[in-house]
């Protein structure tokens, strides 16, 4: 079983930046792909980006593309969503979910992760 816990969220001025965490506790996120998703209000959740198991490839949604990067420390066990010149839109609750070992399709779906966080709120203001 992995606990993922998300943080970092909170209130920020469109054009600001914040750096999501989703950390795991007594478990490695070493060799599980990693995906972040936001869902707001009165919306379906959406896929937001992803890491691959290696570490070696990131898939971004289109309306974050050059602002968010994903990055993951495998020696704190955590993965982090880097988010610059947010918008307004971008106003959701962020999920960070990982796969399990043998977990198949698309990173970009929510069908292929197992694991979830609580999620973390990002509001941001005009």
């Known amino acids: 079983q992995v606990q993922l816990v998300e943080s970092g969220g909170g209130l920020v001025q469109a054009g600001g930046s914040l750096r999501l965490s989703c950390a795991t506790s007594?478990?490695?996120?070493?060799?599980?792909?990693l995906g972040w998703f936001r869902q707001a209000p009165g919306k379906e959740r959406e896929f937001v980006g992803a890491?691959?198991?290696?570490?070696?490839?990131?898939y971004y949604a289109d309306s974050v593309k050059g602002r968010f990067t994903i990055s993951r420390d495998n020696a704190k066990n955590t993965v982090y969503l880097q988010m610059t010149n947010l918008k307004r839109e971008d106003t959701a609750i962020y999920y960070c979910?990982?796969?399990?070992?043998?977990?198949?399709?698309?990173?970009?779906?929510?069908?292929?992760?197992?694991?979830w966080g609580q999620g973390t709120q990002v509001t941001v203001s005009s």
């Open positions: 979910a990982a796969d399990r070992p043998r977990s198949v399709g698309s990173l970009t779906t929510e069908a292929r992760y197992d694991y």
């Open positions: 007594g478990r490695t996120l070493s060799g599980y792909a």
């Open positions: 890491l691959s198991r290696s570490g070696e490839y990131t």
